[in-house]
């Protein structure tokens, strides 16, 4: 599967905070869980089926993959890495993402200036 950056956007909001919780490091499910609520400020929460089928759907797009690292407290857990296609993707929807807010913001400024 060669999907360029721009065909693997957008991201939905549970695959952005699974990204950005890998590319800061490596983990494992439950601490992905814990990262998105706390990231989000609880406003996110990704429940064990939906992060799995989400895990696994990122793994086939080629984003993340296992983590050569071994987890030492628990041999059975696997750990989760980002790839460098998932970090040209995250990037990617980063820039998608301040685009969005520039022409939303030009918007609302304007508007504003306007006396509304």
């Known amino acids: 599967m060669k999907d360029s950056v721009q065909d693997l956007l957008p991201l939905t909001e549970a695959y952005f ?12 499910g ?17 429940g064990a089926g939906t992060l799995y089928t989400a895990l696994s759907t990122l793994q086939k797009k080629g984003l993340i993959d296992f983590s050569q690292e071994a987890d030492s407290t628990d041999s059975r857990r ?8 998932g970090r040209d993707v ?18 609302v400024d304007q508007t504003n200036e306007g006396g509304a």
């Not at 696997?78 to 296609?85: E, P, R, S």
């Open 17 to 28: 905070y699974i990204l950005v919780t890998l590319y800061r490091a490596d983990a494992h």
């Open 30 to 46: 439950y601490a992905m869980m814990q990262d998105v609520e706390q990231m989000s400020g609880g406003r996110v929460r990704i």
């Open 78 to 85: 696997k750990l989760y890495a980002i790839t460098d296609k």
């Open 90 to 107: 995250l990037k990617g929807e980063m820039v998608r993402l301040e685009e969005l807010l520039h022409h939303a913001r030009l918007a």
